[in-house]
């Protein structure tokens, strides 16, 4: 029996980025959008054109490099907006302009303050604009679960007169049950008049925990496009888990009449790439790219499973990229191979000169661990990319026993400028971070400090995450090095340097779906 095709449509570069600390640079969603587009990802929506001009290069960025996968913008229900992405996608393959406006009453009232006609009259111009420079429009009806039945068919009915090829049915505050929200879908398709016109398409957020569970239920009343993010990452609880809804579709194939392109092997790469790139890990006990996700400790389990997998597995790791995750570089190891493994996990080299510096980088870090794995790996781009630009870190050095105040001196460079300072703290780390102040006195708040160890064994490099907010902006640093303290200090710089670079910008949460 033939199935449908579900379009996969991943937020993570616009929706997970507005996760308050996980702005990311341009660089950093180019680097994620090429393992989404190798996914075989049908739709990237790249970012908030209109929301900064990092946002909009972002966009521009991705639909440059893009070639596979379409590549979406977000817009509101108006002409800045709209022109504003149709400008960034102009060298996309293939584009998308997905333009939005509340539809609930209480953000008509309170939000909009609009009367329903006015956002019906808004949402069809705002279509019919879009038209002017992409044939492939997505109209959303924020706040779509707590909207009235009657008023939804309305504008919908006017938004694909006018041009529009995707409905969205977001569940924007994660309001929504699964059965309730299943039968709102079924019901709007089966109301609509000309809803044959359109694919319906959900946007799910997990504010009650049933982010994927509202969107499976929405796949079996007919939507055939799910809009999710890497690791659930999004706004306030996230959104629906792009790696769960495939796997769920791809295990209960008995269930669902759907199937999806995505390449599943890169499921577990790019979710390590986007933790590393946010600084958000993911829980152990994560389903599908949590490390505990194929793990098993009772010894029932670990009996079953060796006389026969299924016994206690629904799925293989494999078919996730668990298979892959672990190869090993040496000292030994040559340029051909690191530069060919890197490639493999989706960077990009720029230059000639930029593979050498990564390479003498991966040269030093060798001979600190026995051996490299691919974690290691990304975690050493993501210490090395954009560092060439602000504060660069030279040395430390840290004392700490007991009964005495732990001392740190710290040494910086900007522009070829040599700083330096002593300070004293709770800690080594805390000492630190107080002569670094002292040196270039930011006047950030550190919001966040997280420390996690990258693979197993005592010579694991930490990967450190430092998140500061100064002036209402919020962003995130990370470090790597096999010493903690080492790594908490790049971290701070590499924060540091971000949150001098987006001063200007505003942080994406400008409003969507």
Same mark, same amino acid.
């Given at each position: ?14 929706? %997970? ?25 049908d ?23 893009? *070639? ?10 108006? *002409? ?12 996309? !393959? ?13 953000h008509?009232?309170?939000k ?6 006015q ?48 409905? &969205? ?36 957020? &997990? ?14 009343? %007919? ?22 809804? $495939?796997m ?6 008995? /269930? ?11 499921? $577990? ?9 946010? %600084? ?61 493994? /890197? ?16 390479? =003498?980088?991966? *040269?030093?870090?060798?001979? *600190? ?38 001392? =740190?001196t ?11 300072a002593?300070s ?59 010493d903690?303290i080492?790594?908490?200090?790049? =971290?701070?710089?590499?924060a540091? !340097?971000?949150?001098? &670079? ?12």
């Amino acid at each position: 029996m033939s199935k449908d095709k579900l379009i996969i449509f991943d937020t993570t570069l616009r929706d %997970g980025e507005q996760s308050p600390g996980a702005s990311m640079t341009k660089d950093e969603k180019v680097r994620i959008a090429t393992v989404l587009e190798k996914m075989s990802v049908d739709v990237i929506e790249a970012g908030f054109a209109i929301a900064s001009p990092g946002d909009f290069e972002a966009v521009q960025a991705v639909a440059s490099v893009i *070639k596979d996968s379409r590549i979406c913008s977000l817009a509101r229900a108006n *002409k800045k907006d709209i022109e504003r992405a149709g400008e960034a996608l102009k060298h996309a !393959n293939a584009s998308r302009i997905h333009t939005f406006i509340a539809t609930s009453p209480i953000h008509m009232e309170y939000k909009l303050r609009m009367q329903p006609d006015q956002v019906v009259e808004h949402a069809v111009n705002a279509v019919k604009y879009a038209r002017k420079f992409t044939d492939d429009v997505e109209f959303s009806c924020e706040d779509a679960s707590r909207t009235e039945f009657d008023f939804m068919c309305r504008i919908i009915e006017e938004a694909i007169k006018a041009g529009a090829t995707t409905i &969205n049915i977001p569940d924007t505050v994660g309001y929504g049950e699964p059965a309730e929200y299943g039968r709102i879908i079924g019901q709007l398709m089966n109301t609509i008049p000309n809803a044959d016109k359109a694919i319906f398409s959900v946007h799910c957020h &997990n504010d009650l925990g049933l982010a994927v569970a509202n969107s499976l239920s929405a796949v079996n009343f %007919g939507a055939r496009q799910v809009e999710c993010t890497i690791n659930g990452l999004g706004e306030r609880a996230g959104n629906a888990s792009l790696e769960e809804v $495939v796997m769920a579709i791809r295990t209960r194939h008995d /269930l669902f009449t759907v199937e999806t392109d995505i390449q599943t092997e890169y499921i $577990v790469p790019a979710s390590r790439l986007v933790s590393s790139i946010t %600084g958000f890990p993911v829980q152990p006990n994560k389903a599908i790219v949590g490390a505990n996700a194929f793990a098993h400790e009772a010894g029932i389990h670990q009996d079953g499973v060796l006389k026969h997998r299924e016994t206690y597995e629904i799925m293989r790791a494999q078919d996730v990229g668990w298979s892959d995750n672990r190869l090993v570089l040496g000292k030994h190891s040559g340029r051909a191979a690191f530069r060919a493994r /890197l490639e493999g996990l989706g960077y990009k080299f720029q230059s000639d000169d930029e593979a050498n510096v990564l390479f =003498a980088k991966f *040269k030093v870090l060798a001979d *600190k661990k026995h051996e490299i794995f691919d974690e290691d790996l990304q975690a050493l781009v993501s210490d090395v990319v954009e560092s060439d630009d602000g504060y660069q870190y030279v040395s430390i050095e840290a004392v700490s026993s007991t009964g005495k105040l732990p001392k =740190a001196t710290v040494e910086l460079s900007l522009k070829g400028e040599a700083m330096s300072a002593t300070s004293e703290g709770d800690g080594p780390v805390d000492a630190a971070f107080k002569a670094i102040e002292s040196m270039i006195q930011t006047q950030a708040e550190l919001k966040l400090y997280s420390v996690n160890a990258i693979t197993e064994g005592t010579d694991s490099q930490g990967e450190v995450t430092v998140r500061l907010q100064r002036d209402g902006v919020m962003v995130n640093g990370q470090g790597a090095d096999t010493d903690i303290i080492v790594a908490s200090v790049k =971290a701070y710089i590499d924060a540091v !340097n971000t949150l001098n &670079n987006r001063s200007e910008k505003a942080h994406p949460q400008k409003g969507g779906v």
